[in-house]
């Protein structure tokens, strides 16, 4: 892109948007400025305009997110052909195997849930659905290196890809499965190349499971990724994918003609 054209405003502005997460749900113009990369001053002045817009709502010292931002991601899920496309296969799987299913995209440092079954497992006929606090919920965001879709995603960039991806980034520790050098990520990514399938045990959540499939269009490109989240321990691997592998890949070659 020519710097000409290139709004500064707008990306500052986008910044401080970006600048509000679960770590911090509330920010002053302090707080904003430190996030977002920029001086108070211009943080001040971005907050009150996005205030003025109804995106942020304030108390006179801090600022936080407005419902009116779901507008964003509304308009994503309804008019963007890859979310429309997967939900009806999660929707049907779903009600086929009781399953919690979701579709992913790479985003950055983080994987972006942008269809989901709508399901939890319920393995007893009086047991509450069960939603994880691993993210089901639709825009979700989780971090790549801690999720099986997020590895998935990861190994199917070139060597040359990965190295840029990973050069200065920061690998958070989750809890004690995370994966949180380069040199331990890179070693785990290698054999997801030849599996082309990636469990995940509780190295984002404790008591966590998911087992994926990566999502390729006909020209083999992978665009997507396909989880489900496994209900109670898994002590068997073997026959946890022999249970929930065929399914997914089945999945995955239904979608691929689609993508």
């Known amino acids: 892109m020519d710097k000409a054209d290139r709004i500064d405003g707008m990306a500052k502005g986008l910044a401080v948007l970006e600048s509000f997460d679960t770590e911090r749900q509330r920010l002053n113009a302090t707080l904003a400025a430190q996030r977002a990369g920029l001086s108070r001053a211009s943080a001040r002045r971005h907050l009150l ?5 109804g995106y942020l709502e304030t108390d ?8 009116k931002v779901l507008r964003f991601a509304g308009s994503y899920l309804s008019s963007a052909r890859l979310p429309r496309v997967l939900q009806p296969t999660l929707s049907r799987i779903a009600a086929q195997t009781r399953g919690a299913f979701s579709c992913v995209v790479l985003d950055g440092d983080e ?30 965001r989780l971090p790549a290196h801690a999720t099986s879709t997020g590895q998935l995603l990861l190994a199917a960039k ?3 890809e990965l190295a840029h991806w990973l050069r200065g980034r920061q690998l958070p520790r989750l809890t004690p499965h995370t994966l949180c050098t380069a040199a331990a990520l890179r070693a785990a990514l290698e054999p997801l190349r030849a599996a082309d399938w990636c469990l995940a045990s509780e190295q984002h959540e ?3 499971h998911a087992l ?15 989880n489900v989240v496994l209900p109670g321990p898994c002590t068997d691997v073997a026959q ?4 929930w592998l065929p399914v997914l890949q089945q999945a995955a070659r239904e979608l691929s003609p689609l993508l």
């Open 49 to 53: 305009t996005l205030a003025d817009l």
């Open 60 to 67: 006179g010292s801090y600022y936080w997110l407005s419902p």
């Open 111 to 140: 994987v972006v849930i942008i269809a989901n079954s709508g399901q939890g497992f319920n393995l007893a006929p009086a047991a509450p659905t069960r939603l994880h606090a691993y993210g089901l919920h639709l825009g979700a």
């Open 158 to 160: 070139s060597r040359t």
């Open 206 to 208: 404790l008591g966590v």
């Open 212 to 226: 994926a499939v990566p999502l390729r269009n006909l020209q083999g490109r992978t665009i997507a990724a396909l």
């Open 240 to 243: 946890t994918c022999g249970q």
